[in-house]
């Protein structure tokens, strides 16, 4: 089963750019869709939007002015980036992966995460 | 998107059972049958229980049950074990715009 590693800064300043990655270990970025979701300290999951192959991606319409995702095949990587980040957006940031659709069935479901990386923002 | 509705806490005695809502609208549970489950242990990462309502992931003890009514999606753990205390959060898939809703998590404790 596929193993995912998030990376990427701890502390991001205000006003700055959050940038992660998600290296995805077994090579099948292209079988599947991948998504990020964040958890503020004690609080519940956000989904913030997913990406799959060539290219193709669904943001959460509340942060979708602010985020663009990304995805390099060749390297088994996709990617985040958060713009014009506040003390709001200090969470833990989940990388994971949902089946892809197979003829007509749609599956709507997160099957493997990883271990989660936290970002602090502040200055 | 509002987060779906879940109750902030349940417990049981060990062999109990319990059951967790999860309220949402016509626009996501009420609509679609995708809701799914995860149980995330402190500091950890969420872990899949439950998807399309009523399936259990390979490995997932049979003791986890899911089931819709109208808007509210409900987990039921029978039998509880010590190791089921954790919290849950469910999720439903709310069409191509909104995409996924997750519920605001339920802390289940173990008497």
């Known amino acids: 089963q596929a193993q995912l590693q998030e990376s990427g800064p701890g502390l991001v300043k205000p006003s700055e750019t959050l940038s992660l990655t998600c290296s995805v270990s077994d090579g099948s970025i292209t079988n599947y869709y991948w998504n990020w979701i964040r958890q503020p300290a004690g609080k519940g999951l956000e989904w913030i939007g997913r990406i799959y192959a060539p290219g193709n991606i669904n943001y959460n319409p509340s942060l979708e002015s602010r985020v663009t995702m990304s995805m390099d095949t060749s390297k088994n990587q996709f990617s985040l980036k958060m713009t014009s980040v506040t003390a709001a957006d200090t969470a833990v940031y989940y990388c994971a992966r949902s089946p892809r659709k197979v003829s007509t069935t749609y599956y709507y479901f997160m099957d493997v995460w990883g271990t989660g990386t936290t970002v602090t923002v502040s200055s | 998107q509002s987060a779906l509705t879940q109750p902030r806490s349940v417990s049981g005695s060990p062999g109990q059972s319990v059951t967790i809502s999860c309220t949402g609208t016509s626009s996501d549970i009420g609509t679609f049958n995708y809701v799914s489950w995860y149980q995330q242990h402190p500091g950890k990462a969420p872990k899949l229980m439950i998807y399309?309502?009523?399936k259990r992931p390979s490995g997932v003890p049979d003791r986890f049950s899911g089931s819709k009514s109208g808007n509210t999606a409900s987990l039921t753990i029978s039998g509880l074990q010590a190791e089921d205390e954790s919290h849950y959060y469910c999720c439903s898939y709310a069409g191509s715009y909104t995409f996924y809703v997750f519920g605001t998590g339920t802390e289940v404790t173990v008497l």
């Open positions: 399309d309502v009523t």
